[in-house]
């Protein structure tokens, strides 16, 4: 801005020099003189007057700007960028549209109850201007807003709200309401100066010491209250809890016997649904095992009679075997009986021709150590062993006859 303001200066400067020239080819050297110094003290004082009253500022973040003529007197609003003030013609106002905080400063005993004790209350009151009622309300706005419009407003409404209540009430029971209540009264008074109100916020209560020491016994004293009264209470709802959990208990045994009658009324039912089918089931498995014994008794019976026809045809051809055998037995006993009378009868031949085979024999039989001896017939015509045989006619004769008798 400096810089296009030295430069019109030059440029001034520059015009008025080279006028100076072009005037004082032509006229007196006094005259032109004067009509220098006149155009150089213009050219000063239109310079002096841009550098104190630029014609182009800046309207900063977060601020509304209000630009008045100050001939016709219209005004228009303008947010944050560059605006063109022409000195002496527009003026400009600034106003912040940023969230403010006003804390009143009351002192220990700034405020009264209706009981007539002072107190002192923390109080915080948020507040912005309407940008919509900027314009209108600009030319009526004081430069503090905080000191002419804001305060003035709170002090009378707080101290005018909070003489309606008690210094107990305001420090516990009633710090919503109270807070409520100034709201209502102060949002009307501050948006007719084009104020927004935003919230008020009580805090810290400063109590006189004799109020504040009877406060904390009667507080104490209300505690034990508060607490016997919830003791007694939470017995109660313990009473209450105890016999809501035995009714929840008798209804839950209840709904768990009903539904153990309805599962065992399901089950007979589908027991006896079951039955409807498992009986026919049943009979026809009875009659199929009926069936099957009387089939397995006529296949025994059977098998049986086949079993004894087979016992009967093995007996018979047992006794025929038997009787083929006795038959053979008996020929052959017959036979080897023949064989043995004529085998005997020739040996009894031979004998009587040959009596010396009586002794061969008997020494046969009688050891292998013994050696044979032939002798000659004794003097009376008998053998050596005459003794052990008897007479040779007597037992030709007996060989003889069992010879007869055997045929």
């Known amino acids: 801005m400096k810089e296009r303001l030295i430069a019109m200066l030059n440029g001034v400067a520059a015009a008025a020099k080279s006028g100076f020239g072009r005037t004082t080819a032509g006229a007196s050297p006094v005259i032109g003189r004067r009509r220098v110094i006149v155009t150089v003290g213009v050219a000063a004082l ?33 947010r944050e960028g560059p605006v063109m003030v022409l000195p002496g013609l527009l003026a400009l106002r600034t106003f912040p549209l940023r969230d403010q905080v006003w804390r009143p400063a009351a002192g220990r005993a700034g405020y009264q109850s209706v009981e007539g004790l002072s107190f002192g209350v923390d109080l915080a009151v948020r507040y912005a201007l309407d940008p919509a009622r900027v314009v209108a309300a600009a030319k009526n706005l004081p430069d503090d807003i905080n000191g002419q419009i804001v305060e003035p407003a709170v002090q009378g409404v707080v101290y005018k709200v909070l003489t309606r209540y008690t210094v107990r009430e305001i420090f516990s029971s009633k710090r919503s309401e109270i807070q409520q209540a100034i709201e209502g009264e102060l ?7 084009g104020v927004l109100l935003k919230s008020v916020q009580i805090g810290k209560v400063d109590l006189p010491e004799d109020y504040k020491r009877g406060m904390d016994r009667l507080l104490a004293e209300e505690l034990e209250t508060e607490k016997m009264r919830y003791t007694l209470e939470l017995k109660d709802k313990r009473v209450k809890e105890t016999e809501l959990e035995a009714q929840a208990e008798k209804v839950r045994r209840e709904t768990q016997a009903q539904a153990a ?18 009986l026919p089931f049943k009979q026809k498995q009875i009659e199929q095992r009926q069936l099957e014994a009387e089939a397995a008794k006529v296949s025994r019976i059977k098998q049986a009679e086949a079993e004894a026809q087979a016992r009967r045809i093995e007996a018979a051809g047992e006794a025929e075997s038997r009787q083929k055998l006795a038959d053979a037995e008996a020929y052959r006993l017959d036979r080897v009986g023949r064989i043995t009378s004529e085998q005997m009868a020739r040996d009894g031949e031979l004998i009587s021709r040959h009596p010396l085979l009586i002794q061969k024999t008997v020494a046969d039989k009688l050891s292998d150590k013994v050696q044979v001896i032939i002798a000659p017939p004794g003097a009376d015509g008998r053998l050596v062993t005459a003794g052990l045989v008897g007479n040779v006619g007597l037992a030709g004769k007996t060989a003889a006859t069992e010879a007869k008798e055997g045929e």
Request: charged letters at 20%.
């Open 261 to 278: 009658a309805r599962e065992q009324v399901i089950a007979a039912q589908a027991q006896e649904e079951a039955m409807k089918h498992v």
């Open 46 to 78: 239109g310079a002096w007057a841009l550098v104190r009253h630029p014609p182009l500022q800046t309207v900063a973040r977060g601020e509304v700007a209000v630009r008045t003529n100050q001939l016709s007197g219209s005004a228009e609003s303008f």
């Open 187 to 193: 949002k009307p008074q501050l948006a007719a100066d």
